[in-house]
């Protein structure tokens, strides 16, 4: 069941409706019984009243900080998550007419009032640490884009896609590219021009498939550019998208490409094995990596970061751009299910004959490391081709280990260079 990660507009409503009804549906008919509309009321006065007691015991925390430790009132919130909800409730309650009635004697006030944003329930014990030090913990806003800065804020929320697009998930979607229109008309205080948007649309995609083209010279033996020369072209399709400038360069490019093929010019001319990059690179050690794999003969002659600017062509219809591009943009290959991911990292290993994968898992994308040793299992399973994993980050030198990761690559290319294949099965 996926859920609109917004309620404040009439689409994202109705969809939440649909899912709703969908999965009632679905789970009566597991269970075996019959969710009544009585049912459902009884379920959501129950869980009003679990938000009216949390919401009340935040109140007192943040008038009386010392009334409640802020891993206590972790501990709550992590109750409300797993208990049953008739006796969370009660209990609840009762915690916060106790806390009502406790005096300030407990502790003396602290001197800095701290609130917390970002991921808070993956690093309980930040509560403790800030207590320790002297502040409280007197609330926490996980959003802090228009309730912060009071800025106005669209949110072009696209459910994700674990296997289909479904039709509650379109109508939502283009639902919200019609409230996307209304909303830039009311800032800009100017009338959309759909003649303008037609022909961006159109440059849009005339410059994915021209980069796509770049891509796929790729396939030819000697590579003419590496994936670390794909990291670098592709700024313009990431930033300048829609512009006859991407189209120019990217058509120039195109002619170098193939003119380093007809003369067998290849990104590392002594080209032995091809291998595919998955994730987003290290950008501060591009070089560093590039000669390490040219230095053993290995070409990375593709990554699926630099592909997935241009995936998304294939849904949209160059003359109904407006009405399929909300396939195209909720089906990119960071919103799609794991073993969808999987399937398309295999059809690209396919298509560039790789003889290995160099997965890079990244810290400061989880989305795009999420699954990633899924992906690499089935890929080992189904296809047998030689994988490594690479742990660093794409920004942050701290978490950059040169030995280990030396290591770990020169033994990858030494299970290529003997010809292994991969068992079938990972234990």
Not at 59 to 80: N, Q, T
Not at 246 to 252: K, Q
Not at 349 to 365: F, L, P, Q
Request: with cysteine.
């Amino acid at each position: 069941m996926v859920l609109p990660v917004k309620l404040d507009t009439d689409g994202a409503r109705q969809y939440l409706i649909d899912v709703l009804n969908r999965f009632r549906g679905e789970l009566g008919e597991k269970l075996g019984v019959t969710i009544s509309d009585d049912d459902l009321r009884t379920a959501i006065r129950t869980c009003n009243r679990i938000r009216a007691a949390l919401g009340r015991i935040y109140d007192l925390k943040s008038d009386r900080p010392e009334i409640l430790k802020g891993s206590d009132l972790y501990a709550l919130v992590r109750a409300a998550m797993v208990m049953d909800r008739g006796r969370l409730a009660g209990l609840l309650e009762e915690v916060a007419v106790e806390l009502a009635l406790r005096g300030g004697e407990a502790a003396s006030p602290p001197k800095k009032r701290i609130v917390l944003s970002g991921g808070v329930c993956n690093h309980p014990d930040i509560y403790t640490i800030v207590e320790e030090a002297g502040g409280a913990v007197v609330g926490d806003d996980l959003c802090t884009g228009f309730r912060f800065f009071k800025a106005p804020l669209f949110i072009l929320d696209t459910p994700f896609c674990h296997t289909a697009f479904s039709a509650e998930a379109k109508r939502y979607v283009k639902g919200q590219i019609t409230e996307y229109i209304a909303f830039l008309e009311n800032i800009c205080k100017k009338k959309f021009d759909y003649d303008r948007i037609m022909e961006v649309g159109k440059l849009s995609l005339e410059g994915q498939r021209l980069w796509q083209e770049v891509l796929d010279t790729a396939m030819n033996r000697p590579a003419p550019l590496s994936a670390f020369d794909a990291f670098f072209h592709l700024a313009l399709i990431v930033t300048l998208r829609g512009t006859q400038q991407t189209v120019d360069y990217y058509r120039m490019l195109l002619a170098e490409m193939q003119e380093r093929v007809a003369q067998g010019i290849g990104a590392v001319p002594s080209e032995k094995y091809r291998l595919l990059w998955d994730n987003i690179p290290v950008w501060f050690r591009t070089r560093w990596l590039s000669e390490k794999f040219a230095a053993q003969d290995a070409c990375l002659v593709a990554a699926t970061y630099t592909s997935a600017w241009c995936g998304s062509m294939k849904y949209i219809k160059e003359n109904d751009f407006l009405e399929t591009m909300a396939e195209g943009y909720s089906r990119i290959y960071l919103n799609i299910g794991v073993d969808e991911m999987a399937r398309e990292v295999m059809a690209m290993a396919d298509k560039y004959e790789v003889d290995g994968i160099v997965m890079h898992s990244n810290r400061s994308c989880k989305p795009y490391s999420f699954g990633q040793y899924d992906i690499q299992r089935i890929i080992r399973e189904k296809k047998r081709i030689p994988t490594v994993m690479i742990e660093a980050d794409m920004v942050d030198e701290r978490s950059f280990s040169e030995s280990q990761i030396e290591t770990r690559i020169d033994a990858f290319i030494e299970v290529m260079k003997e010809g292994k294949r991969m068992p079938s099965s990972v234990h």
